[in-house]
């Protein structure tokens, strides 16, 4: 069983920065052949697709939401997928949770993800 850990999150003013980071639990499972992605569900709300990033790092997606102000990376080295949030808004508010997928290609669908981490909650204040 693969289990991810989401790590990051907290409370920052509207305008602010975090960067969320993911990785695996234990070390014996790796996510650098497989693409991964960002989502985020606020209370009230479905999931919604922030971010996803293939295999290399080498393509990304974004929702149109966080377009220009978020960033997915990703170091397979230290198999670590992260999550840069620049000039961060209230409505950014919600548990954001780190996906793999055990494909060759990522998606935008939430369905279409085999392993989701516990989340971590960012809190955006006005």
């Not at 508010?93 to 290609?105: G, H, P, Q, W």
Request: net charge positive; hydrophobic share 30%; with cysteine.
């Amino acid at each position: 069983q693969v289990q991810l850990v989401e790590s990051g999150g907290g409370l920052v003013q509207a305008g602010g920065s975090l960067r969320l980071s993911c990785a695996p639990s234990r070390r014996t499972f790796t996510f650098s052949g497989y693409p991964m992605a960002w989502f985020r569900q606020a209370p009230g709300k479905e999931r919604e697709f922030v971010g996803a990033i293939n295999w290399s790092g080498g393509s990304t997606s974004y929702g149109d939401s966080v377009k220009g102000r978020f960033t997915i990376s990703r170091d397979n080295a230290k198999d670590t997928v992260y999550l840069q949030m620049n000039s961060l808004k209230p409505e950014d508010t919600a548990v954001y949770y780190c996906a793999l997928r055990v494909s060759t290609e990522y998606s935008a669908l939430a369905r279409d993800y085999h392993y989701w981490g516990q989340g971590t909650q960012v809190t955006v204040s006005s």
